[in-house]
């Protein structure tokens, strides 16, 4: 079929020449329509162009969505590439476990969440989901087949996680969970006034909490609410599971998100009544996002732009304090602003991005050369500290700076599959 996939971002508008559905992982892969070569696409939750192939072909992954083994007594699941976290969560939650790691979003592939080694709330302890991964199996366009391991080729292992899909199909994942008593988290919430009583309270609550996050005003210096949590054991009173999706049917032509909205929704957020301690449903907590389908229609038909950036611990208070400086003068941010510290723990992934350091994401709606000429002050402030941007969230980075922030880019680049591209390695790399 023709090309028909996007972005989350809904920027850039590329479009593949062909997309080929995948549903048998034994079967050879295509050959490429032209030039540009193969990409696999999973859910479409990238937000920038990584999972995007203009001109050439994508392997839409979403039919290898098969169960392969699971044992229930140790937590080791073996399901196909295109099986998506929430299919994972509703077969193993019941059965008292747990995603080891998990991204903003269950509406993603397992092969896409290990092609972008995603993190979550819990990096300081638990690493990235590279870390918890325990085999895969990567099909080469020659045909070859590898099952990498931390110790059987143990290169392509690292090439692999956190490879942006370049090196290969992933089409079966075993990865290690978490075992719960049950779907739910006691979670600590602290109001701080600035960046300070964030990095107090970091100190304090990060290190006795498996999971640690805050929301931030971008727009008032980095004033927020903190939250801390761990899941509970057995016992207590049951806490219910969100309903369905709140919808967004509406494709509007403008964004609803500017200057007006953001102070007013910032203003309201940051001083809505919120308990110092509390029980959550899991699904709450880690996917509040999730509760809006189609959320990113928020931004209009322009699409917008999602910046993440990680800083290191040497220079990460005082690149913040300057990041929050120039979002706050230029008057643009995002309803959800992001802002956590991840840990030490390393990746297996050679071109994974959570590093030591503090990380911040957030989303600005495509203004054109107005937001452009804002991200470019951005990108200073993370370059002159020593960080990097995070490539599943990017649609516009620099190349220096992806080179600077990914020194094992070159080491990486000898295992690109040949007959694999994408818009995001085209622009950036190749």
Avoid at 37 to 59: I, K, Q
Avoid at 80 to 86: N, Q
Avoid at 188 to 209: K, M, Q, T
């Amino acid at each position: 079929m023709t090309g028909s996939a996007t972005s989350w971002g809904r920027y850039p508008p590329h479009r593949a020449v062909r997309e080929w559905g995948l549903s048998d992982r034994h079967a050879a892969l295509p050959i490429a329509s032209g030039v540009p070569g193969l990409l696999p696409h999973g859910m479409g939750r990238s937000y920038g162009d990584v999972a995007l192939n203009e001109g050439g072909d994508l392997l839409r992954t979403r039919g290898l969505d098969r169960f392969i083994a699971f044992d229930p007594a140790t937590g080791v699941l073996r399901a196909e590439a295109g099986v998506t976290l929430d299919e994972i969560l509703t077969l193993v939650m019941p059965q008292g476990w747990f995603l080891p790691v998990t991204p903003g979003t269950r509406f993603v592939t397992l092969g896409g969440a290990v092609a972008n080694d995603v993190h979550g709330k819990n990096h300081h302890g638990a690493g990235t989901l590279g870390c918890h991964v325990l085999a895969f199996e990567l099909l080469r366009s020659d045909g070859s087949r590898r099952t990498c391991t931390p110790v059987d080729h143990a290169d392509w292992f690292g090439a692999t996680i956190g490879g942006l899909g370049l090196t290969g199909l992933i089409t079966w994942v075993e990865i290690g969970l978490e075992r719960i008593s049950q779907p739910v988290l006691r979670v600590v919430n602290r109001r701080f006034s600035g960046l300070e009583g964030y990095w107090a309270l970091d100190d304090e609550l990060g290190p006795h909490h498996a999971h640690a996050v805050a929301w931030v005003d971008c727009l008032r210096g980095g004033r927020g609410i903190f939250s801390a949590a761990d899941f509970v054991g057995t016992g207590g009173a049951p806490v219910s599971a969100p309903t369905g999706a709140r919808q967004l049917p509406v494709d509007l032509p403008f964004s609803l998100v500017n200057g007006l909205s953001l102070r007013a929704f910032n203003t309201l957020y940051y001083h809505r009544p919120v308990p110092r301690e509390a029980l959550s449903h899991c699904l709450s907590f880690f996917y509040p996002l999730d509760g809006v389908a189609h959320w990113n229609r928020l931004y209009g038909r322009a699409g917008f732009f999602q910046y993440q950036c990680v800083l290191p611990p040497a220079a990460m208070r005082e690149a913040a304090r300057d990041l929050f400086s120039v979002i706050g003068r230029c008057g643009q941010g995002s309803f959800l602003a992001v802002f956590k510290t991840f840990g030490t723990r390393r990746s297996p992934g050679w071109l994974s991005f959570p590093r030591e350091g503090a990380t911040l994401a957030l989303d600005f709606p495509n203004r054109g050369a107005t937001t452009l000429a804002l991200l470019r002050e951005l990108d200073a402030v993370v370059a002159a500290a020593g960080g990097a941007l995070y490539p599943a969230k990017d649609a516009r980075m620099p190349r220096a700076l992806f080179t600077s922030g990914y020194p094992a880019l070159d080491r990486f680049s000898a295992y690109v599959d040949p007959a694999f591209s994408s818009s995001f390695w085209r622009r950036l790399a190749a």
